[in-house]
């Protein structure tokens, strides 16, 4: 859109503004006037429920986001946690789906370039990438070339920039063929002394450009985030932004070495909604104004507007406020490293927001009423109704467990993704301790003997079939799959992907998952820190599965005495932990093997959570156990066959006969593939299973001995004998084999 | 020994060479900006891995017509052993160090890995630590270092020995299955004439740790420093 | 003036782009489709005004930094 010479402000513009009637009718009454078109894509930015969570901040604010390790919670860039020694870790997690469904490669690509910057402007230097993505059925037309797309600019980007991308998580669900997620996540390191803030202060202190020039890239791409898909979205590509993540990387650097001066005052980077939202923010957080000289402003285009350069969403930029005096050593840093640097404007003890351009007054707009008074929705919501229990009798359960085993583990969800993250640079900075592939990834702190486990995770299933559950569940899984590597769970990022909020029913996904994650961030001492809205994530009508995305971070205060799943032994005793009681309602064996997608998601028993998860963390932090694995999708055998292959080991089990005598109630295949929550399965020598039964018993920990590993198959006494290379052949042969189809 | 790294602006695994050759001689190396065009006297340098300025062009066009690599150049002429690793190498043949050049990857893909390779030769200060015909395991991460060079250069390569490293099978067979990028006659690291210059597309410096999940690499180190202390 | 630069692989020289552009596009139905080689068009915008210094400094460009001459070839075309 080009500014005409004074463009007439109809309802018709308001409306392409993503404004409703009430809020523009709030503009006129916050500005006192008409404002002009500039003004208007302002308001329109700042306000849509990218920028405003207008209809999810009150839901927001039921989420626990205190502890004493917890430097700063939500509302700044990231969140902060304190990880001992004057070290603290930055955080988070963040959406970037509709831009990826549009231009799969640059949409990835600029998704993991913004969570990047959201967590170097904050003074960290980003050590680990992951990501969460969501794809329609694999038989959809477009799921391969978005999945493909999608993966490349993720690696394209981050393995350019030089931070590894060590973790997350892909699955494929029908309800995502019109709307897939890519949602990334950041962990940076930093000094606990050496944090940086957006709050904008001292009058008159100089405001810096810095970063690449501006061009007329994804304007009112914020807009476009927050706004339903239709048959013609597709037509929106020229709004989808380029990276360069080589300026990324300068970018970083530089930054990061003026943050070793005491230069810089404030520092926020331009996100969504560009130049506008960052200088909003700043004024905003400050409570001062600030007026910039858009001539000042580095451009990539000629004649661009007022319009365009507040609204431009170019990538690579951040904006800072920096103590007067300090610009030319600031500016020597960037001309170091060949960054653009600009000093555009000066804080003002105005409150307001005051753009010039050849001498004019081109906007101005009040700060507070804009950022503070944003419009704030009680959606009207609808619960979702609870589905009926799964009669297990109905059920044709074929007692054959050997086939449904290699069944789930060639299905898409379960299937390797070596042929994704095997493109990802996971190894660089060489601190990766624990790849891919395992419950979490492990990255070593830089020189010292701790480490940071991370994860991301959610059960979309469970979360459509019961948001409470579903939302405790992914917290619960999170916290499970960073005991499961011996870290202390510390915090989580929340990405939160829902529908149309103007739907009730959709409102009640989101207001169901929010208090399921709440009763389980309270129960675990797991605040949330950081976190992202995205909402209208639906196609004509159709949303996808509610994914109240979990991103967490542990901590292993020594990283020698640390877990991962493979077997690593022949001859170690194989444990299991945790209640069986064979649920399998919305499991994979269900959907899978049976073809429905029924009953109530596993019940998330938050008390035997923490006390089985606190028992395994316990022993692994003695170093008894250094072989775990939590138990998710696909339950117990398919665990157990992921630790076989992970170890290129086999084992021998046979069913615990305290189970068998109580057959009746747990069929077979319920045992073997229910996704009973808060269980593990672990190895350990011979000689010390005795001795952790008993203080397992001892602890209330239910415990049963399965059978040892060893040998070069996986048996079930009683029904199956599987050797581990026709098991691996099925895990890592579906995704390259569905990928290489044209 | 004091080695030097070369810094490009996009070179990312330069703190990954700093940090094995430090711990491998006990003392930091100095760090080449890329704009230096004087080194100072130094024993060994170090081209790592990374995009040296975004690999717009080509992987390394660029940075080889730095003003470092001016010098770099220079100094290899006379003789200063040069270890040039995954990016560093694609720097290296752009900058006429090693004959050849690394083409994307015959799969187009970027891969990140752990691969075993054989090692052709002990008799060269970067390879003194291992046995011939040894196989070793290093990983990969590059989406061009598939190595090409015409009939002719190969067949001189191959008659002077200059191949350090190729890709095989943890049998240590050099199979067409075990070539991870399409690399002709599965080069995975490769000499000059003198064997003073090494350029790899393995990262040895990723796997000199036991806590990163080997360390295969670190004989390379142990190498250098037994030929240049 | 301008000058659009061409850059190739050499035949002989392995294309995998050009290769996997071919395999699409015959995927997508189109059919007689021979080789595909893909290569790059670089622009450049020139000060100079005469054709003959122009091409010459455009083809020291190519030579020292915009085609690996290993294996690539290139041509030029300046427009006036």
Not at chain 1, 117 to 142: C, Q, W, Y
Not at chain 2, 67 to 83: C, D, H, N
Not at chain 2, 190 to 208: D, I, Y
Not at chain 3, 65 to 79: F, G, K, P, R, S
Request: proline share 6%; aromatic share 6%.
């Amino acid at each position: 859109m080009r500014e005409a010479a004074a463009p007439e402000i109809t309802p018709e513009v308001v409306a392409a503004h993503g404004l409703s009637p009430e809020e523009y009718a709030r503009a006129l009454q916050i500005l006192g006037r008409e404002p002009n078109l500039t003004e208007l894509g302002i308001f329109s930015v700042m306000w849509s429920e990218h920028c405003s969570y207008k209809s999810s901040r009150k839901w927001l604010k039921r989420l626990p986001t205190t502890a004493p390790w917890v430097i700063c919670g939500p509302g700044e860039n990231a969140g902060i946690i304190d990880i001992g020694d004057g070290q603290a870790v930055i955080f988070k997690m963040e959406s970037h789906n509709h831009p990826s469904f549009i231009e799969p490669y640059q949409g990835a690509a600029t998704g993991v370039g913004g969570i990047l910057r959201d967590v170097f402007t904050m003074g960290a230097r980003p050590i680990a990438n992951l990501n969460a993505l969501r794809f329609g059925a694999p038989e959809h037309s477009k799921t391969r070339h978005l999945l493909a797309g999608v993966v490349a600019g993720i690696g394209g980007y981050g393995n350019c920039v030089g931070v590894p991308t060590v973790g997350g998580e892909c699955t494929f669900h029908p309800s995502f063929n019109g709307n897939i997620l890519v949602n990334a996540m950041t962990v940076g390191l930093v000094a606990r002394d050496r944090i940086f803030y957006s709050a904008a202060a001292g009058i008159g202190n100089p405001v810096v450009y810095v970063g690449s020039k501006t061009g007329r890239d994804g304007i009112h791409g914020a807009t476009m985030a927050s706004a339903e898909f239709d048959e013609r979205s597709e037509e929106k590509r020229p709004t989808v932004q380029v990276g360069d993540p080589f300026t990324e990387k300068l970018l970083i650097e530089a930054c990061l070495e003026l943050m070793k001066t005491d230069a810089i005052v404030a520092i926020q980077d331009m996100g969504a909604a560009g130049l506008t939202s960052s200088s909003f923010e700043m004024a905003s957080k400050g409570g001062v104004g600030i007026e910039l000289d858009l001539d000042c402003v580095p451009a990539r285009e000629s004649a661009m507007s007022a319009y365009e350069i507040m609204l431009s969403e170019s990538q690579e930029r951040m904006l800072m406020v920096l103590k007067p005096g300090r610009e030319a050593e600031a500016a020597a840093i960037f001309e170091k490293w060949e960054v653009d640097f600009a000093v555009i404007g000066h804080v003002t003890d105005s409150g307001r927001m005051v753009l010039k351009m050849a001498g004019a007054t081109v906007a101005d707009l009040p700060v507070a009423p804009l950022s503070a008074a944003a419009p704030v929705y009680d959606r009207p919501f609808q619960a979702t109704p609870p589905r009926p229990e799964l009669d297990c009798a109905s059920l044709a359960l074929s007692p054959d467990l050997g086939p449904a085993l290699l069944a789930l583990l060639a299905c898409p969800d379960l299937a390797a993704k070596r042929w994704i993250w095997q493109q990802y640079d996971h190894m660089v900075m060489a601190d990766t301790i624990q790849r891919p592939g395992g419950d979490a990834a492990v990255v070593r702190v830089h020189g010292t003997e701790k480490a940071l486990a991370l994860t991301t995770d959610c059960t979309p299933r469970y979360c459509a079939a019961s948001p409470e559950a579903g939302g405790a569940q992914a917290v619960a899984e999170a916290w499970r799959n960073l005991t499961a590597v011996g870290a202390r769970p510390l915090a989580i990022t929340d990405c939160l992907n829902f529908g149309n909020p103007e739907r009730p029913e959709i409102m009640g996904q989101l207001v169901g998952c929010i208090e399921g994650m709440r009763e389980a961030c309270l129960a675990l001492d797991f605040p949330v820190v950081s976190g992202n809205v995205s909402l209208y994530n639906e196609t004509n009508g159709k949303a996808v599965q509610p994914v109240p995305g979990i991103g967490a971070v542990g901590l292993l205060a020594d990283c020698r005495r640390m877990a991962s799943l493979g077997l690593k032994q022949p001859g170690m005793r194989l444990l299991l932990i945790g209640d069986t009681a064979g649920h399998l309602g919305q499991s994979l064996y269900l959907r899978e093997i049976l073809g429905r997608e029924e009953g109530p998601p596993p019940p998330v028993n938050l008390a035997a959570e923490r006390r089985n998860g606190d028992f395994v963390r316990a022993a692994i932090a003695r170093g008894e156990i250094d072989t775990c694995h939590d138990l998710a999708d696909g339950g117990l055998l398919v665990a157990l066959a992921e630790m076989c292959l992970a170890g290129g080991i086999g084992a021998r089990i046979a069913r615990p006969a305290a189970d068998q005598a109580s057959a009746a109630a747990i069929p077979a295949a319920a045992w073997a593939f229910g996704e009973d929550q808060g269980r593990y399965l672990v190895a350990l020598p011979e000689d010390l299973a005795a001795s952790f039964l008993a203080s397992a018993a001892a602890a209330g920990v239910p415990a049963a001995s399965l059978g040892r590993s060893g040998g070069e198959d996986l048996t079930l006494e009683g029904s199956f004998t599987i050797s581990v290379a026709e098991l691996g052949a099925a895990n890592e042969g579906w995704l390259p084999a569905y990928m290489a189809q044209p | 020994m004091q080695a030097a790294v070369v810094v490009f602006p996009g070179s990312n695994c330069d703190r990954d060479a700093a940090v094995a050759l430090a711990e491998a001689t006990g003392r930091p190396p100095y760090l080449a900006w890329h704009r230096d065009s004087a080194l100072p006297a130094v024993d060994l340098i170090v081209i790592p891995g990374g995009f040296a300025y975004g690999d717009y062009l080509r992987a390394g066009a660029m940075a080889a017509r730095s003003p470092v690599m001016r010098e770099v150049v220079a100094r290899a002429g006379r003789g200063t052993p040069i270890l040039a690793i995954c990016n560093g190498f694609q720097v290296a043949t752009e900058a006429g160090l090693l004959p050849g050049v690394l083409m994307r990857n015959a799969d187009l893909r970027f891969v990140c890995r752990d691969v075993h390779l054989k090692v052709e030769s002990d008799k060269t200060p970067f390879t003194a630590h291992y046995r011939p015909g040894q196989v070793i395991r290093i990983p990969i991460a590059h989406a061009e270092g598939n190595y090409f060079a015409d009939a002719a250069t190969l067949a001189e390569i191959e008659a002077r020995g200059q191949v350090a490293f190729r890709y095989c099978a943890a049998d240590g067979a050099v199979t067409a299955a075990a070539n991870p990028n399409g690399s002709q006659h599965n080069i995975a690291g490769l000499f000059n004439r003198a064997r003073t210059v090494l350029g790899m597309m393995p990262h040895p410096e990723r796997l000199a740790d036991p806590l990163l999940g080997g360390s295969d690499g670190k004989a390379m180190f142990t190498s250098l420093i037994a030929a240049l202390s | 003036m301008k000058a659009r630069v061409h850059i190739t692989l050499k035949s002989g020289v392995l294309d995998p782009q050009g290769k996997a552009i071919g395999h699409a596009l015959s995927s997508l139905g189109f059919t007689g489709i021979g080789e595909v080689r893909q290569g790059k068009v670089i622009e450049i915008e020139l000060a100079e005004s005469d054709p003959a210094t122009a091409r010459a400094s455009i083809e020291a460009m190519c030579t020292k930094l915009l085609a690996n001459i290993v294996i690539e070839n290139y041509t030029i075309a300046i427009d006036a």
